[in-house]
């Protein structure tokens, strides 16, 4: 009997991996309307609900890639890790460490949901998504902490609200050359990309 709820545990799982809806969310602070996806989580009997493109409201220790404008559109903004706590609207938050750890379980593991989260285009030498998770991973690259600027269509760094250190806080970060989601630790004066969860 054990084996069987075991079995049938696995394949409700496997079955709600992707039990996903799209929906929109605007920011009434500049009027920016957002993407979002929302994942079943069997776990919690409630909705997991993440904007779907990375956070673009300007506060100070906010940055655009290599200080251009341009990019912010498709981009989104570069946040240190103080100001990614504060940039959330009202009703979102910045994901701790182990939201981040229940919503890749829900896309599926650590070593391939980086696949399914990256975008489908934007990436570097073939490296795209598919998408499938909804999430859309974008390549944003960060801010070094000396100001300067590296990984554009090469890496999609984003913040958890969970430090590790007094000077280090950990983030997820998908690769364009990996189908796998990372967990690193990085100095909490870089800059890194957003994405908002529902509270």
Known sequence: MKNKLTLLTLLLASTLSYAQTMGSFTDRRNGQTYKTVSYEDPLLGAKLTIMAENLNYKITGSYAYNNNEQYRKNLGLLYTWEAAKKACPSGWHLPSDSEWNRLISLIGST??????????????????????????????????????FSDVGEGGDFWSSTEKSEDNAWERYLLYNSSGVYRLNFNKTSGSSVRCLRD
């Open 111 to 148: 070593s391939t949901a980086g696949k399914a989260m990256k975008s489908t285009k934007g990436w570097v030498e073939n490296g795209n998504g598919t998408n499938s998770s909804g999430f859309n991973g974008m390549p944003a690259g960060y801010r070094n902490s000396d100001g300067t």
